[in-house]
């Protein structure tokens, strides 16, 4: 083979390269979710959220972003979730409804996944908390 001391080590190199993602992935420790605080209704009871958890820990920041743009550009204020039932696109009056414990419910997710929203450039953050 033609200047083989040069290919076969760089064919090693390149194998190597192009599965370190899949070899970095196995030793990886698996995420811990941190521990929220859980939401709960005016009167102390369980509440249902917009979106089923599993769903809104992944979307929840697609779906608010989508809502302001509804509600700002379309002037479309009504959210019809996959149970079908409608809520109104709030961050304020249908999220912070339930989830008023910023420090203990958004802050401890976002600081613990290095995330800075910009919500609270524009609202305020509940209960004087940020």
């Given at each position: 083979?033609?200047?083989?001391?040069?290919?076969?080590?760089?064919?090693i190199?390149?194998?190597?390269?192009?599965?370190?993602?899949?070899?970095?992935?196995?030793?990886?420790?698996?995420?811990?979710?941190?521990?929220?605080?859980?939401?709960?209704g005016?009167?102390?009871?369980?509440?249902e959220?917009?979106?089923?958890?599993?769903w809104?820990?992944?979307?929840h920041?697609?779906?608010?972003?989508?809502?302001?743009?509804?509600a700002?550009?379309?002037?479309?204020?009504?959210?019809?979730?996959?149970?079908?039932?409608e809520w109104?696109?709030?961050?304020?009056?249908?999220?912070?409804?339930c989830?008023?414990d910023?420090?203990?419910?958004?802050?401890?997710?976002h600081?613990?996944?290095?995330?800075?929203?910009?919500?609270?450039?524009c609202?305020?953050?509940?209960?004087?908390?940020?």
């Open positions: 083979m033609y200047n083989s001391k040069y290919v076969i080590p760089g064919i190199l390149f194998v190597v390269i192009f599965t370190s993602p899949f070899w970095l992935n196995i030793f990886t420790p698996k995420y811990n979710y941190p521990e929220l605080a859980k939401p709960v005016p009167n102390g009871e369980a509440v959220c917009v979106e089923p958890v599993k809104m820990r992944a979307n920041m697609d779906l608010l972003i989508s809502w302001r743009d509804a700002l550009r379309d002037e479309k204020r009504v959210y019809v979730s996959s149970t079908g039932k109104e696109t709030s961050l304020q009056k249908t999220c912070f409804a989830h008023s910023y420090d203990n419910f958004c802050l401890k997710c600081d613990q996944n290095a995330v800075e929203p910009y919500c609270w450039d609202h305020i953050v509940p209960q004087g908390n940020k």
